[in-house]
């Protein structure tokens, strides 16, 4: 009997069929790890999105399939590695990244979009009216007052920003103005740039912010929480009170936002490490989102410190270095400016109070008023 003949696949049909396996096998093998419950890492800066609730109106909208194709989007293994293959082409080989929010720098230097070209709702005159506005309403009452505005990181570092990749910025153009105005109200300002630039000048290796995070590091907040403190109690520093020594790990923001998450490792401060404060919550009767909550600190030492309750208005360049300012002084209050902002109540509902700081990072300054922020706050010395 004459055997049959045989029919032998090409090389190309062999790769035809490996790709339609590893096709398949990259449905199915992660649709099974989705129902089996696996859940990968979101590297990005940000939270997951959480599995909806099924309603009639979001059904019948299309909010409730939007946000069911986002939670799978999030959920769905390899997609961490994904994300990460993706930033990484991005970043390393075309040079960008995969974040609007995020600009790159020189070499690995990130920027925040906002802070390179950022938002500015009146001029410097206007801005400064109205910290005139809420200081002379505080000294009427007693109250010292102190602004302040902590500069942009390319401000200090503008050598790291990439050449045309923003244009001159409407606070670029407004800088000098607002150094000289808050130079000029040494009772009620504090002007950081000279100091700052002084530092970087003295020791250029020295951190003072972060190449892949929009803040600063502690070693830069150093020299603007010495000014705060010398303004509102001269002679209470002391520099013998600040250890500087090993290494602190912290997580970058812009690093997380493009997908390739990243630890940068800086030198780790502590201010009067044998003072522990004491902590309390204020409930501040209504829901707010820029912040955890309301803490309220008291400092027992027989140290030196800014006398009584201070109530601070602050953002994020201070939020990340609380826990080095709370020990120079007796008391604080802290409220977010952004909860303040939207939910202005909140300052009937907090403590007397003695001294009045209100920070601001220079990319929102010239977007915030200080007096109207504070109007119910004010509103109370009448």
Known sequence: MTDLPRHRRSPGSWLDLLVSVGFVLGLVVPGIALLAGFRPAIIENRDPAALPTVGVDG????????????????????????????????????????????MRGTGDWLF???????????????????VDEAATALERAGKPFRYVVVPDKHSIYPEQVLPGSAAASCTDA?????????????????????????????????????????????????????????????????????????DQRHSSDLAKLIGLPRVEVVPRVQ?????????????????????????????A???????????????????????????????????????????PEIGLVLPEFDNVVFQRIERSALFTDPASDLREVLGRLR
């Open 112 to 130: 925040l979009t906002g802070e390179l070209r950022p938002r500015c709702d009146f001029d410097v005159d206007t801005l400064l009216a109205s």
């Open 59 to 102: 059904v019948a909208d299309g909010s409730f399939f939007a946000a069911l194709d986002r939670f799978v989007t999030d959920s769905f293994p390899l997609r961490t590695q994904a994300v990460a293959i993706q930033a990484a082409i991005d970043y390393r080989v075309l040079g960008g990244t995969t974040n609007p929010d995020v």
């Open 271 to 299: 201010m009067r490490p044998e003072v522990t404060p004491n902590k309390r919550l204020i409930d501040p009767g209504v829901d707010i989102t820029n912040s955890r909550d309301i803490p309220w600190f008291t400092v």
């Open 174 to 246: 407004q800088r000098a103005r607002l150094q000289a105005g808050l130079q000029a109200r040494p009772g009620i300002a504090i002007e950081l740039w000279t100091e700052l630039l002084a530092a970087k000048q003295r020791d250029p290796s020295v951190p003072l912010y972060y190449v892949q995070d929009a803040h600063w590091t502690a070693l830069g907040a150093t020299v603007g929480i010495r000014a705060l403190v010398e303004s509102l109690a001269p002679g209470t520093w002391d520099d013998a009170e600040v250890v500087v020594g090993g």
């Open 301 to 343: 030492t027989d140290r030196p410190l800014v006398p009584g309750r201070t109530l601070f208005v602050y953002d994020s360049f201070f939020a990340t270095q609380m826990t080095l300012i709370v020990p120079w002084f007796e008391e604080s209050v802290w409220v977010h400016e952004g909860d303040l902002f939207n939910q």
